[in-house]
């Protein structure tokens, strides 16, 4: 169990949650790793990796184009062989693709549900366990895949108003002669502001979808309501954990994909483990604090969870106990 009861967690800052986050990864620490080993570790080895794999197909099929308009140009017959060579590599890269989204799609998802389900259980005072966890993960990966397609709209509008108000302001600039880095600057701090808004958005919709009877538009809607007066918090915290993976993937490419020319295989190898380990970690430690944001939140908002209707819904998943009347929801009530 939390060592923080309901009503103590709404004064939780910064600090607070990072702290609560590490206690349940040291108290709980051989669960949360079996976890991180079966689910968040392959999810953070394809992220850093898939570039080994795409990057060598990429140039060579620049290389082949470059080729093949050098050929073109000669009158040369061996067009045709280059032809069906970059077809073949285009088709490839396709297929690359699609494996790497769904692959990357599907432990996303199994991560957070496992970790938000580990978490709920530890609040509710029931002893989590990997055989529990993973029988509980095919139940509400569907709630949310539902919840990140929704998401996934709202952030192509997102980038898509971004980029068209990015055209906009070049355009004027052009027409009226306005300096247009001043506006340019300020339109790309706004946007990143406003994406690690979302984030936090995202990250509280799938707690909810996890815990609450609600997912999908409805989840990202109560997500939005739920955050308010905690969104600073939030944000700085979702803010850090971009940063981290950010670095992480910074130093794997810069050491690990562009310094292969001049770096050993064994030496490869043993950083790019090192720096995916590093990776899990952080995608664990980002999943925890979610967790922890959600129960904070709701603390916040004075909507303190039922422990016995948590535990009951949490049964219910596990198929250890099945309500009567249909699911039991989490009750909430002013403190």
Request: include cysteine; aromatic fraction near 10%.
């Amino acid at each position: 169990m939390m060592d923080k009861e309901p009503e103590e967690m709404q004064f939780l800052g910064v600090v607070g949650i990072i702290k609560e986050s590490f206690k349940i990864l040291v108290r709980y620490v051989r669960l949360l790793s079996a976890l991180a080993l079966v689910l968040v570790l392959p999810l953070s080895f394809a992220v850093l990796a898939h570039t080994l794999v795409s990057n060598p197909l990429i140039h060579k099929i620049k290389y082949n184009e470059s080729e093949l308009n050098a050929e073109e140009q000669a009158g040369s017959l061996d067009t045709v062989r280059i032809r069906n060579e970059l077809y073949s590599e285009w088709i490839k890269l396709g297929a690359m693709v699609v494996a790497y989204v769904v692959f990357v799609l599907a432990f996303s998802l199994l991560s957070t549900a496992a970790v938000v389900y580990s978490v709920a259980c530890i609040y509710s005072g029931k002893e989590p366990t990997l055989v529990k966890v993973m029988s509980v993960v095919p139940r509400v990966w569907k709630r949310l895949m539902c919840t990140f397609l929704w998401v996934y709209l709202v952030m192509i509008s997102y980038h898509a108003a971004f980029v068209l108000s990015a055209v906009i302001i070049i355009v004027v600039d052009t027409k009226i002669g306005i300096p247009v880095l001043p506006f340019l600057i300020a339109l790309v701090v706004i946007f990143l502001g406003v994406q690690v808004y979302l984030n936090v958005i995202w990250h509280l919709a799938s707690v909810i979808s996890v815990l609450e009877e609600s997912y999908g538009l409805k989840a990202l809607k109560k997500s939005v309501n739920l955050v308010k007066g905690k969104k600073v918090v939030a944000c700085i915290l979702v803010f850090f954990y971009m940063i981290l993976t950010a670095i992480v993937s910074a130093i794997f490419h810069s050491q690990i994909v562009k310094n292969h020319h001049h770096s050993k295989t064994i030496s490869r190898v043993f950083y790019g483990s090192i720096l995916v380990l590093a990776l899990s970690l952080v995608n664990l430690w980002g999943i925890l604090v979610q967790s922890v944001i959600y129960f904070t939140c709701k603390s916040y908002h004075h909507e303190s969870i039922d422990r016995i209707a948590l535990s009951e819904l949490l049964d219910a998943y596990s198929g250890e106990y099945v309500p009567l009347k249909g699911p039991i929801p989490m009750e909430t009530f002013e403190v």
